[in-house]
């Protein structure tokens, strides 16, 4: 659970049940700092680095992830920080997912072949 | 009403499973050399998925009704996870409302939710299943990321290359099949390289409902049996 994202009504950080909720200014701010320190740890580290601490910060932070992309999807206009944050999460997303098996290279060589000869 | 089923799986194994592992070939059997039935890519190592996560459906832990082969991409934590509908996490979203289900291959037909554009991308199409189709790619299973969006746009160049070999060939009299053609050409061995390439992809191209202008399982009919007999350990008796 995150205990950043807090209840509209109440203020208090949430404990369990359905409520309407939205992520803060501040909630915001505060996730993508994390974010970014985060990244620049992970850069130069290979494929898979950091799977654990994904993990992790998956359980803390995906919710607020996801309703940001939800947002954004449906056409709502993000603010300046909540498309950053929804940027640099899907960036470390991507660089810790394992790679789909690609085309190998001597088939794309093939591939190259073909192309120019036809 | 049951939904209609797109891919009809074999009948199962009979076994006395004590994990879902033990449907693992069976699965790999039934989607074809290491296909992610969520995203439909290949991947080097899959996972048996419960399509209703064993903490909501305990019943269902070692039912093969109930699973799937998945990427890590797609069922780990940055995916679909343990989600749920009713998934208490997945609830606090306020516009998650809506208890979209994950996809499902068995009953969804990707062709008709979504075109693959040419740069890999995935376009929803317009429709009542919109909604859900969108909130799958972008949210529950993340498919617009760019890993996923390359392997997607190699697969796109392939059957492009593909179509045009196929072509090719016909206009010079020679006969396209994997098993046919000739290898002594280099455009027979050409060919060959890349209907075979197809062929360990074709899953990808029937999911999306992408068809090739030659009827690509008469092209790699006998090719596809064969990788599958001897990639999985297991046939169906």
């Known amino acids: 659970m995150n205990p950043l994202i807090r209840n509209t009504h109440t203020g208090n950080a949430l404990t369990g049940g359905v409520t309407k909720l939205t992520a803060t200014p501040s909630t915001v701010a505060s996730v993508l700092a994390e974010l970014r320190e985060w990244n620049r740890d992970l850069v130069g580290a290979g494929e898979g680095a950091g799977v654990e601490r994904l993990q992790l910060f998956a359980e803390r932070h995906m919710d607020l992830r996801d309703d940001l992309a939800w947002r954004a999807a449906r056409g709502e206009r993000l603010n300046v920080r909540e498309r950053a944050l929804l940027e640099a999460f899907d960036a470390i997303l991507d660089r810790l997912m394992p790679s789909p098996t690609r085309v190998p290279p001597d088939v794309r060589q093939v591939m190259d072949d073909v192309l120019r000869t036809m | 009403m049951n939904p209609v089923t797109r891919i009809s799986l074999p009948e199962p194994p009979a076994l006395t499973p004590v994990s879902a592992r033990d449907f693992a070939a069976w699965l790999s059997w039934s989607f074809f050399d290491g296909i992610c ?152 061995e050409n060919a060959r390289i890349i209907l075979n390439m197809l062929a360990r992809r074709l899953l990808f191209y029937d999911l999306f409902s992408l068809k090739l202008s030659e009827d690509p399982k008469a092209l790699t009919r006998n090719r596809r049996h064969a990788l599958r007999t001897r990639e999985c350990g297991w046939t169906p008796s």
């Not at chain 2, 306020?94 to 890999?120: C, I, K, M, N, Q």
């Not at chain 2, 859900?132 to 160049?157: F, I, S, T």
């Open chain 2, 37 to 188: 039935a969520y995203c439909a890519l290949q991947s080097r190592a899959l996972e048996v998925d419960h399509v209703e996560p064993a903490s909501y459906a305990k019943e269902r832990r070692l039912d093969p009704g109930n699973l799937l082969p998945a990427c890590r991409a797609c069922n780990g934590p940055g995916g679909k996870s343990d989600y749920h509908p009713d998934h208490v996490e997945r609830r606090r979203l306020p516009r998650d409302t809506t208890g979209y289900s994950a996809l499902d291959p068995r009953f969804d037909d990707f062709g008709l939710l979504f075109d693959v554009l040419e740069d890999g991308r995935l376009s929803v199409r317009p429709g009542k299943e919109h909604d859900r189709a969108l909130w799958n790619v972008q949210v529950l299973l993340k498919l617009h990321l760019p890993k996923k969006v390359r392997a997607r746009q190699e697969l796109m160049e392939l059957r492009a290359v593909a179509e045009r070999l196929v072509e090719h060939l016909r206009e010079e009299g020679l006969d396209a099949s994997v098993e046919t053609s000739s290898p002594t050409t280099r455009l027979g």
